[in-house]
C-alpha cells in the first residue's frame, strides 16, 4: 500500500522566509543607496557653500589689504602708486590692486578675453569710461587706469583667489540729480566732512569718499564681487583759538622781543594755501583769565596778538565756544587716550631728550609722550604731539600741526631762533602731582622767554593735517549681483 504524504506547514514557511529575507535586503539595500546618496548631496552641498564662502571672504581681504595699503606708513603703501585724484574717464583715475595666480593673466580693463577677469561691473557705475557691450576695452592700464600687485605681506597661504581690487573716487549717481537749489549733483565729486557725506565741497578741510570694488573667483569656479566706501579718519578737534588756556587760574608769560606773538588770523602752511575765518589769539575760560594773560604780556608788545577779536592784544573768553571733547577732565583725559591709540610710532616714556623722529611735511607724526619732554637746538616738528608732563622747548623749536600739553598742562619755553608754531597750541591741567586725574580743571601755565622768531601762527591747514590720520574706515559694504 502506498502513502501519500502532503508537504508540511513548515515545508511551506520556509519558501515564505526567503522572499522576506529578499524583501528585507531590497529595502535595506534601497536605505543604504539612499544614505549614500543623501550623504554626497550634503557634502557637495558644503563644498559649494566652503567655496562660496571662500570666495566671498577672499574678495573681502583685498578689500581690506587695499584699504589698509592706503595708509602713508603702510608697507607697500599705494600712495607711491598715486591715488585717483579725479573722477573715473581721466587719466590716472582708476587704481587696479591685481593678485593672479602663477602662470595667470588678470586684466580687468581688457574686456576683450574672458581669462583676463574684465571689470563687468565699472561700466555700471559710470559713464565716463569708454565701454563695449558692458565691458572696459582697452589693450593695456595706460589711458584712464593705472595698476598695482598685491602685497606679499598681506598674503595668506595659501594665497587668496581675489583677483582684482578697483579703486577709484565716489561720484554721486543718484536716480534723483537735482539739489533742493535746483542744481543738478548728479555726476559729482561725493566726500566725507567729518559727519556725513555730502556733494558740495570736496575742498579742505573735507575729504574724499573712495569706492573700492573687488572680485574673487576660486579654481572651482565660484564667483563673488564685493564693494566698500571708505573715507580718511580724522581726529576729532576743533581749535577755537591759537593758543588755548583751558582751566581756571592762568599762568601766561611772554618774551620782550618784538619778534614773539600770537596770530590768530589764519595762515597758510602744511601744504594748504587757502585760509578760513580768524579764531582769537589767546582763549582763556573765565573773564579773570583775560585780565591775567593780559598782564603777562611786556609793555609795548600788545600788537602782537590779533585774532577775530579786532583789538590789541586779542585775549578772549571763548568758554561758550570751546567743543564739548575739550570742556572736561574726563573729555579731554578721552581725547588724549584716543591720540595714545592712534600713534605712529611707540609711546613715549618721559623724562625724554627730544625726538628720533619729529615727522616731515611728507610723513606727519602722532606722537605721544607719557611724562616731561625736553626739546632743545633745532627741531622742527609735523602732525601731533601730546605731552603729559612738562614741555620745554629751548632754542630753535617749533611744529607745524597740533601741540597738546594735556596732563600736568606746563609749557615752559625759551627761545632765540627764527621757528615759529604753525597750527594751535592747547594747554590743560587734569592731572594732579600724582598723576591722578583731578576732579576739575587746574592752573595751566605757559611761560615763554627769550628772544628770537618764535611764536604761535593759527593755521587751519596744518590742523588738517596733523588731524588727518592717513587710516581708513569703512562706511558703507555690500556684496554685489554680479
Request: aromatic share 6%; proline share 5%.
Given at each position: ?7 508540511s506547514?513548515r515545508?511551506q ?13 531590497l529595502i535595506?539595500g534601497?536605505?543604504?543607496?539612499g544614505a549614500?546618496l543623501?550623504s554626497?548631496?550634503e557634502?557637495?552641498?558644503s563644498?559649494?557653500f566652503?567655496d562660496e564662502q ?5 574678495a573681502?581681504s583685498g578689500?581690506e589689504e ?6 602713508t ?7 607711491t602708486a598715486?591715488?585717483?585724484?579725479t573722477?573715473p574717464g ?10 593672479p595666480a602663477?602662470?595667470?593673466t588678470v586684466a580687468p580693463?581688457?574686456g ?7 571689470d ?15 565691458l572696459?576695452?582697452i589693450?593695456s592700464?595706460?589711458?584712464?587706469c593705472?595698476?598695482?600687485?598685491a602685497?606679499?605681506?598681506y ?5 587668496l583667489?581675489?583677483k582684482?581690487?578697483?579703486l577709484?573716487l565716489?561720484?554721486n549717481?543718484?536716480?534723483t540729480?537735482y ?18 557725506e555730502e556733494?558740495t565741497?570736496?575742498s579742505a578741510?573735507n575729504?574724499?569718499?573712495y569706492?573700492m ?10 564667483r563673488r564681487?564685493?564693494q566698500?566706501e571708505?573715507?580718511e579718519?580724522?581726529?576729532?578737534f576743533?581749535a577755537t ?8 587760574g ?7 622781543s618784538?619778534?614773539?606773538?600770537v ?6 602752511g602744511?601744504?594748504?594755501t587757502?585760509t578760513g575765518?580768524?579764531i582769537p589769539?589767546?582763549?582763556v575760560?573765565?573773564?579773570p583769565?583775560?585780565?591775567t594773560?593780559?598782564g ?10 590779533t585774532g577775530s577779536?579786532g583789538?590789541t592784544p586779542?585775549?578772549e ?17 578721552n581725547?588724549t587716550s584716543?591720540?595714545k591709540s ?11 631728550s627730544?625726538?628720533?623722529?619729529a615727522?616731515t611735511?611728507?610723513?606727519?607724526q602722532i ?5 616731561d619732554?625736553?626739546l632743545s637746538g ?6 601731533i604731539l601730546?605731552v603729559?608732563g ?11 600741526g597740533?601741540?597738546l600739553v ?9 627761545g632765540?631762533g627764527?621757528?615759529s608754531y604753525?597750527?594751535?597750541i592747547l ?7 600724582m598723576?591722578?586725574?583731578l576732579?576739575s580743571?587746574?592752573a595751566?601755565t605757559f611761560?615763554?622767554s627769550?628772544g628770537g ?5 593759527y593755521s ?9 590720520l592717513?587710516t ?11
Open positions: 500500500m502506498t502513502l501519500n504524504r502532503k508537504g506547514s515545508d514557511q520556509h519558501g515564505i522566509a526567503l522572499v522576506m529575507v529578499l524583501i528585507a535586503l535595506i534601497a536605505i543604504t543607496a549614500i543623501l554626497n548631496t557634502t557637495s552641498i563644498a559649494n566652503r571662500l570666495a566671498f571672504f577672499s573681502k578689500i587695499t584699504r589698509d595699503r592706503m595708509r606708513t603702510a608697507t607697500n603703501t599705494l600712495r598715486s591715488l585717483p585724484t573722477l581721466t587719466s590716472g583715475s582708476v587704481l587696479y590692486i591685481l593678485n602663477n602662470g595667470e580693463w581688457n576683450s578675453s574672458s581669462t583676463t577677469y574684465p563687468d561691473e565699472i561700466c555700471k557705475e559710470t559713464s565716463t569710461i569708454s565701454c563695449s557691450s558692458n572696459p576695452n589693450s592700464c595706460s589711458s584712464w593705472v595698476s598695482a600687485t602685497s606679499t605681506t598674503a595668506a597661504s595659501p594665497v583667489p581675489w582684482w581690487v578697483r577709484m565716489k561720484q549717481n543718484a536716480l540729480s539739489s533742493t537749489n535746483g542744481s543738478s549733483s548728479s555726476g559729482s565729486q561725493v566726500c566725507w566732512n567729518g559727519t556725513n556733494t565741497s570736496c578741510p575729504l574724499p569718499v569706492t570694488t573687488a572680485l574673487a573667483v576660486t579654481p572651482s569656479g565660484s564681487m564685493v566698500a571708505i573715507a579718519d580724522r581726529l576729532n576743533s583759538s591759537a593758543l588755548t588756556l583751558d582751566g581756571t592762568d599762568t601766561y608769560g611772554a618774551p620782550h618784538n619778534n614773539f606773538g596770530n590768530g588770523i589764519d595762515s597758510t602744511c601744504g594748504s587757502t575765518p580768524a589769539a589767546i582763549g575760560t573765565d573773564n583769565d583775560i585780565t594773560v593780559t603777562g604780556i611786556p609793555n609795548g608788545r600788545a600788537n602782537n596778538y577779536g583789538s586779542d585775549i573768553n571763548i568758554s561758550s565756544s570751546l567743543p564739548p571733547n575739550l570742556q572736561t577732565v574726563t573729555s579731554l583725559q581725547l584716543s591720540i592712534m600713534v605712529t610710532q611707540p609711546v613715549i616714556t618721559g623724562p625724554a627730544n625726538l628720533s623722529n615727522g611735511a611728507a610723513s606727519p606722537i605721544y609722550v607719557n611724562g619732554l625736553t633745532n627741531v622742527t616738528g609735523y602732525g601730546v603729559t612738562t614741555l620745554t622747548a629751548s632754542g630753535n623749536v617749533g611744529w607745524n597740533l601741540v594735556i596732563g600736568q598742562g606746563n609749557f615752559q619755553g625759551n632765540g627764527g621757528n604753525n597750527g594751535a594747554v590743560a591741567k587734569t592731572l594732579d602731582s598723576g591722578n586725574p576732579a580743571l587746574g595751566p611761560d615763554f627769550g622768531g618764535n611764536g604761535l601762527n587751519s591747514g596744518c590742523i588738517a593735517q596733523a588731524t588727518t592717513s581708513f574706515h569703512t562706511m558703507a559694504f555690500r556684496e554685489m549681483l554680479n
